[in-house]
């Protein structure tokens, strides 16, 4: 399936934009990398990232090298935390048709975490176009669109991302109000960037604020 392809499928279904969260650690290295880069390339380069649940299974299945999005805001959609961080990168869906040549982009049919060993391509996949814009359902987590680069990293295509931060109304374990921590370690990278750097606004009857009171691994989110 071509880039191309997977591009009209996500316009035909009213996706403009992408959505990838992580931790400010994590998306700190990005900015100061130019572009969302996938768990291998951060690690080849030695650069700061959070661990993720999901790296051993990353590894096994050879997507340690590809970079992940979703395509709904999975905080607004779910109203509560996103488990991958509380930074959000939104980048418009244009993204896909400016890769380089040799760029690949695939659609999941489940989250990698249900893989199987010895499964088949399309069992983990959507292989046509046909298929995809028949079966793709919009906000379906198990959905994600994968973006395969030479290099393994996707450059922030200037003017066509912005960032928005969590507000857990939480201090770290050293007193420091979460939010200020996060919004000056992302500003202090980023420099004259860009990029738009807001606050979320959550939409009524989110829970993220109670979820965050309790979350055990509030520090490794936010530091």
């Not at 695939?106 to 249900?114: E, F, Q, R």
């Not at 028949?134 to 994968?146: K, M, R």
Request: charged share 25%; hydrophobic share 35%.
């Amino acid at each position: 399936m071509q880039r191309a392809d997977v591009y009209s499928v996500l316009k035909s279904k009213f996706i403009d934009h992408l959505y990838h969260a992580n931790t400010v650690t994590t998306s700190c290295t990005f900015l100061k990398l130019g572009g969302l880069a996938s768990r291998g390339y951060v690690t080849d380069l030695g650069l700061p990232q959070t661990s993720q649940y999901t790296d051993a299974i990353d590894r096994k299945y050879g997507i340690w090298y590809d970079v992940f999005t979703d395509t709904v805001d999975i905080h607004n959609r779910a109203s509560q935390i996103n488990w991958y961080g509380p930074v959000l990168f939104v980048l418009d869906v244009g993204i896909l048709k400016a890769l380089p040549a040799k760029s690949e982009v695939l659609v999941t049919k489940k989250n990698p975490t249900k893989w199987i060993d010895r499964e088949t391509i399309d069992k983990r996949f959507f292989t046509t176009p046909e298929e995809l814009e028949s079966f793709l359902e919009v906000g379906t987590f198990d959905h994600a669109v994968v973006i395969r680069t030479q290099k393994g990293i996707l450059p922030f295509p200037e003017g066509k991302v912005s960032i928005s931060v969590d507000d857990p109304q939480r201090a770290l374990s050293n007193g420091t109000t979460a939010f200020l921590h996060a919004i000056t370690r992302i500003s202090a990278v980023s420099g004259s960037s860009s990029i738009p750097t807001t606050k979320r606004e959550c939409r009524y009857g989110c829970t993220c604020v109670d979820k965050y009171k309790t979350f055990r691994d509030f520090d490794k989110f936010f530091q």
